[in-house]
């Protein structure tokens, strides 16, 4: 009985905290700008949608790896899963969730957009690095 | 015998301890997080010790077996501390910190005097088998009190990105574990997650590796945007 409450408690709990915790990493970057080039590549030009989400990832995976930014990508991709579960579950029943979760799907899709901008740069220090040496 | 892959993820999970010093050392952030540090630190070296005694004695020894769950309670205990100096960050304005270090010795002493109420029946290995209650009640307690400590920082309107970063990740950590440990006592000898357990793990010093790393101190979030429920 005892076992079932924490149980119980420690799954909404975790929840609640993996929420909060990936919108802290997806709120950082929300205030950065996208440059001209990468609007052009993604198609996003101020706002994300959630649709956009799976090609800026695919464009996210042609580029080289960061390490630092791959821990925030995962927890990303993993909230992105939960949003897309919650849409086709809950917000059928509850329309409020629909608009909620088509926002936050958009949020993560800029959030990839702008992993994809740091990767670019990254990508062409590394390359001008190798034409200096 | 632990699979190449339980190997893995503990050189890993110890690789990320050690680099979660060397990240704050980097950014100047050890002594402002001295003892999320402690932990990291105690983490590392028990990591180590665990290998040598495993190495040694083997993993069905009960060499192993003593020195996995003491360590462990000891490992619990750095935690709860470094939760409770998180505690000194978010409540320093109020001058707070000499009752928050009360607050947490009288939990402390709580959760240990309930967990003896627990075990006290067991005639043989009592020690061992309060040491064991009290590092499962100690998570559950852990989580209870960073979900009260997340309410103060939504309450109190904190914007530190890297402290809310640091409180959140701690949340998930316990919170993972806290479920784990009840999954197993509701179906005792069943091995839930035996792949995904070892990972929750490298969870913690992987966030807060990120959070020293990635986020300077200065950075400012607007918190009422992280809540689940809009405030």
New interface residues.
Partial sequence: MMAGIILACSVVLLLQFFVSYCRSLIAASSRQVLSAEVQDVTGIQRAASGEDYKRVMQLLQLCPERPEDRNGIQAVSAYFGLLNFLRSTVARIVPSMQAWTDMERGHCAYFAAVALERRISFSRDMLAQQMDA | MLSPYQYAVWLVCTILEIGVVVCAVKKNAFRRYVFLNIAMIASAAISIARYQILHHYGFTSKEYHYFYYYSDFLLVITLYLALTSLYSHVFAELKAEQYVRLGTVLLLCGTALFSYAVVQQSSSRLLTRFVVELSQNLY?VG??L??VL?GAVLKLRETR?RL??LI??T??YF??F??N???Q??YYGRTFFEYLTPLFGCFLP??W??AF???PEE?R??PA????VPR
Avoid: E, P
Wanted: net charge positive; hydrophobic share 65%.
């Fill in positions: 559950f989580l209870v960073t979900y997340w990105t809310i970063q959140l990740s949340g998930v919170s993972l806290a479920a440990f009840a999954l006592n509701l992987l966030s590796m990120y790393w990635r986020i950075t979030i607007a945007r992280l809540a689940v």
